[in-house]
């Protein structure tokens, strides 16, 4: 495959090559891609759209009002057990960083291998969205364990209708309304079934599947009664999440935003960036999620 080169793009070159060969110009080009990378996260990530995102002002608390019938998990630490709340009236959300350190050698830079400001977004890009989505998924799932009224679970290997009516229930019966859905991709092979695919017939449609471009820029895969689906590859397989509105499930206190900081790394003859942020994940109220838990050989 080759590629041809504009004007704009050899002038891009030379502004860039030229930033490169002072400390001012790399951090001024570092601070160039926040905003590409925050506006990414914010359009792409999938957890992000399960809580509330509360971008916490100068020096205030991630403080919020817990009901006195719902449990609250938080995650005290990244990757640490969600903790239980079932005191007060009131929880504070400890927030921790999420960094990603992508780098690059200075003969790539050289040889002009690849756009390096794209190529350093990307990967910080993927990092701390998995990292976000694995913090958010894991309150999310033990809040619905922690509730043996709001599990089904289904043997067969298989994600059937039924489940996903009974775990709408779940939430539908404490006057709320389901409007996501998440699980892994090998679940949502069993979703296209739902229409009549795969050889079996359907006496009615009920899932609306989403067209390419919109799963590949948004990770909406469709719509199924009230909710929207979504897939993530840092679901758990066996587990399918059904959870109500953001601002009824939880929040997601921002205390920084994506920060951009250089850190070249001279002796190994690299460049690079330290980019970070420091949030939380905190799960309010335990009725608005629901959980499948699937069992047995299947889809895998």
Request: one cysteine or more.
């Amino acid at each position: 495959m080759s590629f041809v080169k504009t004007k704009n793009d050899e002038q891009q070159e030379m502004i860039i090559a030229q930033a490169m060969e002072t400390d001012e110009g790399r951090l001024a080009l570092a601070q160039a891609m926040v905003e590409p990378i925050r506006r990414s996260l914010e359009y792409q990530a999938v957890g992000r759209k399960l809580l509330m995102v509360d971008e916490l002002p100068q020096g205030a608390l991630a403080r919020y009002e817990r009901d006195v019938a719902a449990i609250a998990f938080i995650v005290s630490r990244r990757g640490a057990v969600p903790d239980q709340i079932q005191e007060g009236e009131e929880i504070l959300v400890p927030t921790w960083e999420i960094a990603a350190n992508p780098t690059i050698r200075l003969s790539e830079i050289k040889a002009r291998r690849f756009y390096i400001v794209d190529r350093a977004q990307i990967k910080a890009k993927e990092a701390i969205q998995k990292e976000e989505d694995e913090q958010i998924f894991s309150a999310l799932i033990q809040a619905a364990l922690s509730r043996g009224d709001q599990k089904v679970t289904q043997s067969g290997g298989a994600l059937t209708t039924s489940s996903l009516n009974t775990a709408f229930r779940d939430i539908e019966q404490h006057d709320l309304v389901c409007t996501k859905v998440v699980m892994h991709a090998n679940r949502y092979a069993d979703v296209r079934f739902f229409n009549g695919a795969g050889g079996t017939t359907a006496s009615y449609k009920f899932y609306d599947e989403a067209t390419t471009r919109e799963i590949l820029t948004t990770g909406l895969y469709g719509h199924l009664w009230t909710a929207d689906l979504h897939v993530s590859s840092r679901m758990d397989p066996q587990y399918v999440l059904c959870v109500a509105s953001p601002d009824t499930v939880g929040a997601f206190p921002i205390r920084q935003d994506i920060t951009v900081l250089p850190a070249d790394d001279p002796k190994k003859l690299r460049l690079g960036w330290v980019i970070y942020e420091e949030v939380g994940v905190a799960v309010i109220n335990d009725y608005a999620v629901s959980l499948i838990q699937i069992t047995g050989s299947g889809v895998t």
